[in-house]
Each structure stands twice: as structure tokens, then as C-alpha cells.
């Protein structure tokens, strides 16, 4: 069976064969411990997922991931329950896109702290999302929230996938959780609508520069895996790559329409989502390099 598994807004839409047997059992909502951990999870609706660290002093909660889902922040919440009768403090935004952020009034009623990028909160005001809860605090570089035992360091390291990007690091567990910018084990899509082509080259260089072992992505990997510097360093080759063949093509004046109809990446081609992700990625090269965009 094909399943298309797309995302709203500017996410990764990801094109996979699940055997049917498989894909009939998962349910939509799963709770997943991280192995080696003492107290981090992976919380995923659907084809969605954010991370959570239970401290014996409360929770700190990332992205609510219910767009278009009326009671998934509150479902959220009683997946936390289910595991701690501990606080929720905080709740981190990784970006401003709704499918990530929308549905946090659970979080809120339950106490949460809400934090974003300031570019993010900027966005947020300007669009005043129904579904999407304002930020209490608005950060710029950098912040490090301690609690109970834990450390999770928010860093903003330039334009990427978005303007509004927190990378989120354990140090102690040596975990990451980005999301978006770094697909695990697919092929980039609908996400490159907004992408900041170039600045995300820098943004990875940099991610792959800290000191973690394992990434906690926006999107399930391919069974459920969770990403490595590998999967990092295999996105910015794809990226360069596509990125010198279309520069190419658009100084030879073949943007849009000869580039979006024949711009292959046969190397990529058994990549999840390889036959709708190409003219996204075709597309967004063209502006950079045939518009200046
Ligand atoms: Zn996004």
C-alpha cells in the first residue's frame, strides 16, 4: 500500500510503502521512551512527532503538533499524565509552522510556560492563528532551562528551514530535537516552499558541529529511527548537489518550466518521497539562482 503522508503548511511531505499489516496496527497516537534514557519521550500523532523530558520537578513539553486536530493538544497532555503526575512547565515552539505549533491551550490551561524564537512570536502576531497559542517568552540566541536534574539548551543558529528554528540539545544525553530542516531517511518536499536554500548549508554545518549523538526529527524516520550526524551530512550533500546543478540550469536561462519538468537526482531516487519532492526542490532552486530569491 502507498501511503502519502503530507504535511500542512511548509512541512516535509514524505511518500513511503508501509506493508498494510503494518500500517492497519500503528495507531494514531503513540508514547514512545527513548532508549538509554531516564526520563526522555517521543510523543507522535500521526505522522508528527515532538519531544518531551520528564524531571522529577516537572515536564518540559516541545511542539503541540494538532493542526487540524481539534483535541490533539489536550490528547498530548494526557499522554504526558499517563507517564508523570508531574507539572508541565514548559512548552518550547521549534518554529513557527503550524502544523508544529498549533494547539497548545491545553499546555497553557495546564500551567505551561510558552516559549518561541522572537521570530516566530513576531509571525505569530501578525497572523493571530486561532489554534495557535501567543508565546509568554520570546528568545533570541540562545537560553538554557534547567529543571529537576535536566539541562535543554534552545539555540537559534541563523535562516534555515524557517527564521525561527530553536535547536533543542540534551547535552547530558547527547539527543537533538530539530525539526524539519534535517529529514531522516527521505527525500526533502513540500517544506523547501519557504526554505532558506544557502543560510540552511551554514545552519547544518553547525548543527553537525555540536556534540550529540542521536536527533529526535519533526517526522518519523524510516521504522520509527532516529536520526544521526550521517543522515545530517547526507541532507547538506543533497542539498549542494542540487543546488550547483540547478545554478547551472538557471544561468543557462532554463528556470522554470525546462528545469521543473526535467531536473532529476537519480542517486536519490529510491528515497521516500523522491517523485513529489523533486519539483519542490527544482522549484525553490530556480528562485534562488534564476530570480535571486
Ligand atoms: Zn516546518
Known amino acids: 500500500?502507498?501511503?502519502?503522508?503530507?504535511?500542512?503548511?511548509?512541512?516535509?511531505?514524505?511518500?513511503?510503502?508501509?506493508?498494510?499489516?503494518?500500517?492497519?496496527?500503528?495507531?494514531?497516537?503513540?508514547?514512545?521512551?527513548?532508549?538509554?534514557?531516564?526520563?526522555?519521550?517521543?510523543?507522535?500523532?500521526?505522522?508528527?512527532?515532538?519531544?518531551?523530558?520528564?524531571?522529577?520537578?516537572?515536564?518540559?513539553?516541545?511542539?503541540?503538533?494538532?493542526?487540524?486536530?481539534?483535541?490533539?493538544?489536550?490528547?498530548?497532555?494526557?499522554?504526558?499524565?499517563?507517564?508523570?503526575?508531574?507539572?508541565?512547565?514548559?512548552?518550547?515552539?521549534?518554529?513557527?509552522?503550524?502544523?508544529?505549533?498549533?494547539?497548545?491551550?491545553?499546555?497553557?490551561?495546564?500551567?505551561?510556560?510558552?516559549?518561541?524564537?522572537?521570530?516566530?512570536?513576531?509571525?505569530?502576531?501578525?497572523?493571530?492563528?486561532?489554534?495557535?497559542?501567543?508565546?509568554?517568552?520570546?528568545?533570541?540566541?540562545?537560553?538554557?532551562i534547567k529543571l529537576g536534574g535536566t539541562t535543554l539548551e534552545l539555540s537559534y543558529l541563523g535562516l534555515n528551514h524557517s527564521d525561527s528554528t530553536l535547536v533543542m540539545r540534551l547535552p547530558k544525553e547527547k539527543i537533538v530535537f530539530i525539526v524539519d530542516t534535517i529529514p531522516v531517511g527521505a527525500f526533502p518536499g513540500r517544506g523547501f516552499i519557504d526554505i532558506y536554500p544557502l543560510e540552511t548549508e551554514e545552519f547544518i554545518k553547525k548543527v553537525i558541529a555540536m556534540d550529540w549523538d542521536r536527533m529526535i526529527p519533526g517526522?518519523?524516520?524510516?521504522?520509527?529511527?532516529?536520526?544521526?550526524?550521517?543522515?545530517?551530512?547526507?541532507?547538506?550533500?543533497l542539498m549542494q548537489e542540487a543546488s550547483a546543478a540547478i545554478k547551472t540550469d538557471a544561468q543557462a536561462g532554463k528556470c522554470w518550466d525546462a528545469v521543473e519538468k526535467d531536473f532529476k537526482m537519480e542517486k536519490y531516487a529510491t528515497l521516500p518521497g523522491y517523485a513529489n519532492g523533486l519539483p519542490m526542490v527544482a522549484r525553490r532552486y530556480c528562485a534562488l539562482w534564476g530570480r535571486g530569491a
Open 219 to 237: 517526522h518519523p524516520g524510516p521504522g520509527d529511527r532516529l536520526g544521526t550526524k550521517d543522515d545530517a551530512k547526507a541532507v547538506l550533500t
Open 1 to 144: 500500500m502507498r501511503v502519502i503522508l503530507a504535511c500542512a503548511a511548509a512541512a516535509v511531505a514524505v511518500t513511503f510503502a508501509v506493508p498494510a499489516a503494518a500500517q492497519a496496527q500503528r495507531p494514531q497516537i503513540a508514547t514512545t521512551k527513548v532508549d538509554g534514557t531516564e526520563g526522555v519521550y517521543i510523543y507522535r500523532n500521526g505522522n508528527h512527532q515532538s519531544m518531551f523530558i520528564v524531571t522529577k520537578d516537572g515536564v518540559i513539553a516541545t511542539d503541540p503538533i494538532a493542526y487540524g486536530r481539534p483535541t490533539g493538544g489536550q490528547q498530548y497532555v494526557d499522554e504526558i499524565k499517563k507517564v508523570t503526575d508531574k507539572p508541565i512547565k514548559y512548552l518550547i515552539y521549534s518554529h513557527v509552522h503550524f502544523d508544529h505549533i498549533a494547539g497548545g491551550k491545553a499546555f497553557k490551561d495546564a500551567g505551561a510556560r510558552v516559549i518561541a524564537h522572537k521570530n516566530a512570536t513576531a509571525r505569530l502576531k501578525v497572523l493571530k492563528d486561532p489554534h495557535t497559542v501567543m508565546p509568554d517568552e520570546s528568545i533570541g540566541d540562545k537560553k538554557t
